[in-house]
Structures are given as structure tokens and as C-alpha cells.
């Protein structure tokens, strides 16, 4: 009876993560408020609630307690203790439980839950199990890029109130939340083409055998074609970054190998940007035009008064918030050390919004985000966030140094070098933006997945 037990828990717990990596990206309803975002957080509860309980029976039954400590479990700790402390005295007890009021995403109990789900996948999954949950990612990131696709060419450009044509967002409902998700993604698509050293094979070959690169070509391609029609500068940054770690820690070997499938996905990735530029046009132009302004202003604490009638692009305007978001941070000794709390910027931010942004096109918005998830967490979880935070970049970095140097060529390895690419590539969105479900979701799923791999080989 235990042991029968034990095997539907264990089949519960195995599709309660696929479920998880396969359909939460897909996820929306025009039933609530929040389109995207909310309904896409109420499912990881559900399948959270439902994971922890299965494993809360399964270590009933056997009479184990979780012992497997791994390079990341620490750190991850540490930052979920910086959460706690920083809700203990936010200045919005509620909001910094459950997040920012229609999304309920990066409050205390959503870190939490990430957390469960990290401690229970890195514990308990198998190698096989893992390179199917890697699978299930590329799945669900087809129709993903499909949809952005067709929202490019117009197929849905009447439902919106946004313009979906103009700026695909798919299933993520914004741009940026959407490239980011691709970011993270993206490099696992040219892990399908790892050939060499003692594997026959390619670790995540969705068939019996090696694909032919042909086929293969599509899915890295789709997946580019989604990004570029998202039109997010932060995105292409990260995105720039994901392949400059990918190829540097691949190595020329792996390069040499696929030399003709580079071409080939390289040449179809410039014929898209050349052909498609679209909103990219006036943002390359406007781009230059700030590159020599945007440095010395980053540095500055005080705004120097905005022209008579001055309207402002995005750059500018960001930067008036992180100078307002660094005056609060340093406003208080408890803000520097713990933050205004989770989830709190909304409420904190007001007192120190700059007059500068009575001048902006968004002099009338309400900025319930910094745009920079560095310089949030600095703000509403304090230096303790921030370093916490930081020190979980340098842990996974570091493990996947050392991991990547005991490892030889082949496919395997390259696996742990698309996860890390995709995680470094999603560092580097935040700086403009900041995590969303699904992104937070990879964000915790990689290093598992990466240590679950290792574990085993």
C-alpha cells in the first residue's frame, strides 16, 4: 500500500512540474482584470499547493527529511530570509505578502513558492526528468513565438487595446515580459545541436536520433523572429548577452562543428532585422543621439531642470525614476538596510518622485515599478535584498565554472552552458525591467535543473 502510494505521489509531483513548464507560459483569460500575469500566478499556487502536499506524503511515508544540500540552496535561503525581514517591516504588510495588487507576483508568498518548488526539484528530480521538463520549455515556447508572429502580421490587431502589430507580446501581454521569457529560452533551441565528443546524439533530440539541421534551423529562428517582433531594446541586450556566453563557453569546437548551421541562422536573423525594422527605425536613430548623454546623467543624483515643454523618450524618463528610487534609498538607515518592503515601490516612490517628471509624456503615470529590478530591490528590500540576490548570481556562476572545467566536449555540457546563457541573458532585462511569473519560474528551474543533471552524470 505505502509503496503504491509513493508511485502516484511521485506521478502527481513528475506532472505537476511538467504542467508547470509547459502550460503556465500559455496561460491567459479575459475573466479577470489582469489578463496575463494573475491568472498565470493563481496557477503556480495551485500547482505548488499541489507539489508540496504530494511531497509532505511522500516523506511521511518514507520517514526522510530533505538532506540534499546543493551549491545554490544556501544562497537561496539567505535571499528568502532577506524577503521575510523585509516584509516583517514593510511599510504595507499586505502588499508586501502577495505582490502588487491585479499580478500578486514578487511578494513574500510567491518567493516562498519558488523556493518549495526549487528545494523539491533539485531533491528529487532524475536526469531523464529533466531533459524532458528542458523538452517541455522549447514546447511550450512554439506556440509562444507562433502567436507573436501572427500578432506581427495583424491577426489579432482588433482585440487588443494595445497595438499587438506594432509590438508582439503573445501570451505575456507585454513586450519586454515577452522577450525576456524568449531570452531565457533561446539558447536551449541551439542546444539541440550538440554533436561530438562521446554522445551520439543531442541531449534534447525531440525524436529517436539526430535531427537534421534543416528542422532544426526553424526553432532558433521562431524563437528570433518573436524576440525581434517584440521590438525590446532590453530584450535584444539580453539577448546579445545570452549568445556572447553561449559561444564563449561552448567554445570554438561546437562553432566549428555547426559552422554551416550558424551561417544559415545567422543569415536569416539579418534578413529579418533589415527587412523588419519597424519601431527600430526612429529607436536606433534616437538611440545614438543618447549615448553620450545617458552615462554621465546614470551618475548623477540631482536633475537639473527639464526645458520649457520637454516631452522626453524612455531612457530619460527611466533615469529620472532611478534618480528619485536612489533618494529614497537613501533616505533612511532601515530603507538602505531592509527597504520600504516587498512590492512597495508604489506607495514609497511618491514622496521623492523628481519635478523633472512634470515635464515627461508620463508626468501622470503611477509608477508602482523602478524599471530597473537592481535599483527596486535596493529600494523596497534594501542592501540585504540586493546582496542576497547577488550573492545567488555568484553562486550559480561560479558552480557553473567549475562544473563546465571537470566536463568533457559533447552535448551534455552544452546543456549546461544553454541554461547558464539563458539565465546571464535574463540578468540583463532586469536592468530595464523586472521578473514576471514565468521568467521568475526558469529563474529558480535552471540552477535545479543544472544541478539534477550533474548529480546524476
Not at 512540474?17 to 502550460?23: A, K, P
Not at 539526430?210 to 531594446?233: K, N
Not at 569546437?253 to 529579418?272: E, H, K, Y
Request: hydrophobic residues 50%; positive net charge; glycine residues 8%.
Amino acid at each position: 500500500m505505502g509503496l503504491k502510494l509513493l508511485s502516484i505521489c511521485g506521478f502527481i509531483r513528475t506532472w505537476g512540474f511538467r504542467l508547470l513548464v509547459l502550460v503556465t507560459p500559455l496561460i491567459m483569460t479575459t475573466s479577470t482584470r489582469e489578463i496575463f500575469e494573475f491568472p498565470k500566478m493563481l496557477f503556480v499556487y495551485l500547482l505548488t499547493l499541489i507539489i508540496v502536499s504530494v511531497r509532505a506524503v511522500e516523506l511521511t511515508i518514507t520517514g526522510r527529511v530533505y538532506r540534499k544540500i546543493n551549491y545554490f540552496t544556501w544562497p537561496a535561503a539567505i535571499f528568502l530570509a532577506g524577503y521575510f525581514l523585509s516584509t516583517l517591516f514593510s511599510l504595507d504588510y499586505y502588499t508586501s505578502l502577495t505582490g502588487y495588487y491585479t499580478r500578486f507576483n514578487g511578494g513574500l508568498i510567491s518567493v516562498l513558492c519558488f523556493f518549495l518548488l526549487f528545494l523539491i526539484l533539485s531533491s528529487t528530480a532524475t536526469a531523464r526528468e529533466s531533459k524532458n521538463l528542458l523538452r517541455l520549455v522549447l514546447i511550450s515556447a512554439l506556440p509562444v513565438s507562433l502567436y507573436a508572429v501572427a500578432q506581427h502580421f495583424g491577426a489579432d490587431r482588433s482585440f487588443w487595446v494595445q497595438d499587438s502589430q506594432a509590438r508582439a507580446f503573445s501570451t505575456f501581454g507585454q513586450p519586454n515580459w515577452l522577450a525576456a521569457y524568449l531570452v531565457l529560452v533561446w539558447p536551449l533551441s541551439l542546444a539541440l545541436l550538440a554533436r561530438g565528443g562521446k554522445e551520439k546524439k543531442a541531449l534534447l533530440d525531440l525524436g529517436q536520433g539526430p535531427a537534421h539541421p534543416g528542422v532544426l534551423f526553424l526553432l532558433p529562428l521562431l524563437i528570433f523572429l518573436a524576440l525581434w517582433f517584440t521590438y525590446s531594446l532590453s530584450g535584444l541586450l539580453g539577448f546579445a548577452t545570452a549568445v556572447s556566453v553561449f559561444l564563449f563557453l561552448a567554445g570554438r569546437d561546437f562553432f566549428r562543428a555547426n559552422r554551416r548551421f550558424f551561417l544559415m541562422l545567422s543569415a536569416g536573423m539579418f534578413l529579418v532585422a533589415a527587412t523588419q525594422p519597424g519601431i527600430f527605425r526612429s529607436r536606433w536613430e534616437s538611440l545614438w543621439r543618447q549615448v553620450d548623454r545617458v552615462v554621465p546623467k546614470a551618475t548623477a543624483l540631482e536633475i537639473a531642470p527639464a526645458p520649457a515643454g520637454y516631452e522626453g523618450d524612455t531612457a530619460d524618463i527611466r533615469l529620472i525614476v532611478w534618480r528619485g528610487a536612489l533618494k529614497l534609498f537613501i533616505s533612511d538607515p532601515k530603507i538602505t538596510l531592509l527597504g520600504t518592503g516587498p512590492e512597495t515601490f508604489a506607495y514609497a516612490f511618491l514622496p521623492f518622485r523628481p519635478t523633472g517628471m512634470n515635464k515627461t509624456s508620463e508626468w501622470d503615470f503611477l509608477y508602482n515599478k523602478a524599471h530597473n529590478d537592481y535599483i527596486e530591490t535596493l529600494v523596497t528590500r534594501g542592501l540585504f535584498g540586493l546582496l542576497s540576490l547577488l550573492l545567488m548570481v555568484v553562486s550559480y556562476s561560479h558552480w557553473t565554472k567549475k562544473t563546465l572545467a571537470k566536463l568533457s566536449a559533447g552535448s551534455f555540457r552544452l546543456v549546461l552552458v544553454a541554461l547558464f546563457a539563458g539565465w546571464a541573458g535574463l540578468l540583463v532585462t532586469n536592468i530595464f525591467g523586472w521578473p514576471v511569473v514565468m521568467t521568475s519560474l526558469l529563474f529558480w528551474f535552471y540552477p535545479a535543473l543544472a544541478f539534477t543533471l550533474v548529480k546524476e552524470k
